[in-house]
C-alpha cells in the first residue's frame, strides 16, 4: 500500500487551516491509495460513495488523465438506431451510444434516425482536418509588427521543423498573421491525425516561438492570445480550423416524414424559417436546434474532451424545400473536434463505446466525424418535427422526469 506523503487531519478549524486533499507517493493511482483518498472524503462529509468507488477501470490507467482520483461517475448509457451513412469514411448502418440523463433524448435521436434511414441515408463529407494554437507576440510599434509580419513566413521550413520535432504525430501546414496594432497574433495551423492534440501542439507552438523570438525584433510572446477559439464560441468558428468541417445532408420526402415526424415538408421549414429569426435577434453564432444535446451525449460516451462542445457546436442546419412533396435538410459543423486516440479514448466504456461504431485507435477520426454529423442531423429534425408538430412538451413528459414519484 502507497504511504501518505502528508499527513491530514479531517476536521479544519478555519478556512486558512483546510487540509489538502491526500498525497500519496506516485502520486497515488494505485487502488490502495485512491480507497484511502475516497474515505478520507467520507468522514469529512459524513456520506458513503460506493458507488464512486465501483468501477471497472483500473485506477493507475487514470494516470494522466485525472488528479486526485476517488474513484469514477456513471452515467446511463442509450443507443440510437439504425443511422444508414453513405460518407467517405463512414458507410453502412450504425447504432450509436448516447450517455444522458435527460428523459426522451435517446428516443428524439432514434426517430430522426429512423427516418434518415427510411429516406436512403445521410451523405457526409469532410472538407477540412486541422487544429490550431494561436500566441500573440509583442513588438515595440507598429512599423516593427509589421515587419515581423512580412517576414514571418520566410522562416517557414525552419519554423515547422522546431514544431515537429516536439512531436510524432503533429504536422504544422501553415502560419498565418493578424495584427492589432503592435502586436501580432500568429495562427498556428496542424494537422493532428487521429488525436484532439491540443496539449501536443501548445507543446509544438512554444517551441517554435521560442525560436522565432531568438531570431526576431519581437519583444515577448504569450502561448494563448484567444483568437484560436479553443472551448469557447466564437464567430470565427464559422470559418473553420478548429477540428474537422463535415457536412451531412439529406433529402426527405413528405409520406415518408408524414409518418415518422407527423409533419410536412412545408411545415418543416416554415418552423426553420421563424427560428432562424429568432438566432438572428439573439445574435446567435450560426443556427441550430440543439447540436450540444447529441455532442455531449455521444463526447461522454465515447471519451471526448466534453469542454469542445462548445467550439464543436457552432455550426449551420438547414432546411431547404424542393417542392411541396420534399425538403433537403443539412448540417455545417465547420469546427467539429473529435478524437479516437489519445485523451480519454482508451478508457473502460470510452473504449468499448468507440468500439461499437468501429472507430476505436488509429486512422478511424475522420469517420467518427461523419457519424457525429449525421447523429446531429438526426436530432435536429426530430427536435423541429416536435416543435412543429406540438408534439414537444408531451413527448418530455412521455419519456422524461418531469413528473417523478415523490
Given at each position: 500500500?502507497?504511504?501518505?506523503?502528508?499527513?491530514?487531519?479531517?476536521?479544519?478549524?478555519?478556512?486558512e487551516?483546510?487540509?489538502?486533499?491526500?498525497?500519496?507517493?506516485?502520486?497515488?493511482y494505485?487502488?490502495?491509495?485512491?480507497?484511502?483518498?475516497?474515505?478520507?472524503?467520507?468522514?469529512?462529509?459524513?456520506?458513503?460513495?460506493?458507488?464512486?468507488?465501483?468501477?471497472?477501470?483500473?485506477?493507475?490507467?487514470m494516470?494522466?488523465?485525472?488528479?486526485?482520483?476517488?474513484?469514477?461517475?456513471?452515467?446511463?448509457?442509450?443507443?440510437?438506431?439504425p443511422?444508414?451513412?453513405?460518407?467517405?469514411?463512414?458507410?453502412?448502418?450504425?447504432y450509436?451510444?448516447?450517455?444522458?440523463?435527460?428523459?426522451?433524448?435517446?428516443?428524439?435521436?432514434?426517430?430522426?434516425?429512423?427516418?434518415?434511414?427510411?429516406?436512403?441515408g445521410?451523405?457526409?463529407r469532410?472538407?477540412?482536418?486541422e487544429?490550431?494554437?494561436s500566441?500573440?507576440?509583442?513588438?515595440a510599434?507598429?512599423?516593427?509588427?509589421?515587419?515581423?509580419?512580412?517576414?514571418?513566413?520566410?522562416?517557414?521550413?525552419?519554423?515547422?521543423?522546431?514544431?515537429?520535432?516536439?512531436?510524432?504525430?503533429?504536422?504544422?501546414?501553415?502560419?498565418?498573421?493578424?495584427?492589432?496594432?503592435?502586436?501580432?497574433?500568429?495562427?498556428?495551423?496542424?494537422?493532428?491525425?487521429?488525436?484532439?492534440?491540443?496539449?501536443?501542439?501548445?507543446?509544438?507552438?512554444?517551441?517554435?516561438?521560442?525560436?522565432?523570438?531568438?531570431?526576431?525584433?519581437?519583444?515577448?510572446?504569450?502561448?494563448?492570445?484567444?483568437l484560436?477559439?479553443?472551448?469557447?464560441?466564437?464567430?470565427s468558428?464559422?470559418?473553420?480550423?478548429?477540428?474537422?468541417?463535415?457536412?451531412?445532408?439529406?433529402?426527405?420526402?413528405?409520406?415518408?416524414?408524414?409518418?415518422?415526424?407527423?409533419?410536412?415538408?412545408?411545415?418543416?421549414?416554415?418552423?426553420w424559417?421563424?427560428?432562424?429569426?429568432?438566432?438572428?435577434?439573439?445574435?446567435?453564432?450560426g443556427?441550430?436546434?440543439?447540436?450540444?444535446?447529441?455532442?455531449?451525449?455521444?463526447?461522454?460516451?465515447?471519451?471526448?474532451d466534453?469542454?469542445?462542445?462548445?467550439?464543436?457546436?457552432?455550426?449551420?442546419?438547414?432546411?431547404?424545400?424542393?417542392?411541396?412533396?420534399?425538403?433537403?435538410?443539412?448540417?455545417?459543423?465547420?469546427?467539429?473536434?473529435?478524437?479516437?486516440?489519445?485523451?480519454?479514448?482508451?478508457?473502460?466504456?470510452?473504449?468499448?463505446?468507440?468500439?461499437?461504431?468501429?472507430?476505436?485507435?488509429?486512422?478511424?477520426?475522420?469517420?467518427?466525424?461523419?457519424?457525429?454529423?449525421?447523429?446531429?442531423?438526426?436530432?435536429?429534425?426530430?427536435?423541429?418535427?416536435?416543435?412543429?408538430?406540438?408534439?414537444f412538451?408531451?413527448?418530455?413528459?412521455?419519456?422524461?422526469?418531469?413528473?417523478?414519484?415523490?
Amino acid at each position: 500500500m502507497s504511504t501518505v506523503r502528508e499527513v491530514v487531519s479531517p476536521v479544519a478549524e478555519s478556512p486558512e487551516a483546510a487540509p489538502l486533499v491526500p498525497r500519496f507517493e506516485k502520486q497515488g493511482y494505485d487502488q490502495a491509495a485512491v480507497a484511502a483518498r475516497r474515505k478520507w472524503q467520507e468522514e469529512k462529509t459524513g456520506h458513503s460513495f460506493k458507488h464512486i468507488g465501483s468501477h471497472s477501470i483500473p485506477s493507475e490507467q487514470m494516470r494522466g488523465n485525472i488528479e486526485n482520483p476517488v474513484g469514477a461517475v456513471q452515467m446511463p448509457l442509450g443507443i440510437a438506431g439504425p443511422l444508414l451513412i453513405h460518407g467517405a469514411y463512414a458507410k453502412g448502418v450504425f447504432y450509436v451510444p448516447l450517455a444522458t440523463t435527460e428523459g426522451a433524448l435517446v428516443r428524439s435521436y432514434e426517430r430522426g434516425m429512423v427516418t434518415l434511414t427510411r429516406a436512403g441515408g445521410i451523405t457526409t463529407r469532410i472538407y477540412t482536418d486541422e487544429n490550431r494554437v494561436s500566441p500573440v507576440f509583442l513588438c515595440a510599434d507598429v512599423a516593427a509588427a509589421h515587419d515581423f509580419a512580412s517576414h514571418l513566413n520566410e522562416n517557414f521550413s525552419t519554423i515547422k521543423e522546431q514544431a515537429e520535432s516536439t512531436t510524432r504525430h503533429g504536422k504544422l501546414l501553415r502560419i498565418e498573421c493578424q495584427p492589432i496594432g503592435r502586436e501580432v497574433i500568429v495562427n498556428f495551423c496542424y494537422f493532428t491525425a487521429d488525436a484532439q492534440g491540443m496539449n501536443m501542439i501548445v507543446k509544438a507552438t512554444e517551441r517554435a516561438c521560442q525560436w522565432i523570438l531568438s531570431q526576431s525584433h519581437a519583444q515577448t510572446f504569450y502561448i494563448f492570445s484567444g483568437l484560436s477559439s479553443e472551448k469557447r464560441g466564437s464567430g470565427s468558428l464559422l470559418s473553420g480550423g478548429k477540428g474537422k468541417k463535415v457536412v451531412a445532408g439529406a433529402l426527405l420526402s413528405s409520406p415518408l416524414i408524414g409518418d415518422y415526424l407527423h409533419v410536412t415538408p412545408t411545415q418543416l421549414v416554415e418552423l426553420w424559417h421563424h427560428t432562424v429569426l429568432g438566432h438572428m435577434q439573439a445574435h446567435t453564432i450560426g443556427y441550430n436546434a440543439h447540436y450540444a444535446n447529441g455532442l455531449a451525449a455521444l463526447f461522454i460516451a465515447c471519451g471526448q474532451d466534453v469542454a469542445n462542445i462548445v467550439n464543436a457546436a457552432t455550426g449551420i442546419t438547414n432546411f431547404e424545400l424542393i417542392n411541396s412533396e420534399q425538403v433537403y435538410v443539412s448540417v455545417t459543423l465547420p469546427s467539429l473536434t473529435v478524437a479516437t486516440v489519445g485523451g480519454g479514448t482508451a478508457l473502460g466504456t470510452s473504449r468499448e463505446c468507440l468500439e461499437m461504431l468501429g472507430v476505436a485507435g488509429e486512422g478511424r477520426a475522420l469517420k467518427l466525424a461523419e457519424i457525429t454529423a449525421a447523429t446531429l442531423l438526426a436530432g435536429e429534425i426530430s427536435m423541429a418535427a416536435a416543435i412543429a408538430s406540438g408534439e414537444f412538451v408531451k413527448a418530455h413528459d412521455d419519456y422524461g422526469r418531469n413528473r417523478p414519484e415523490p
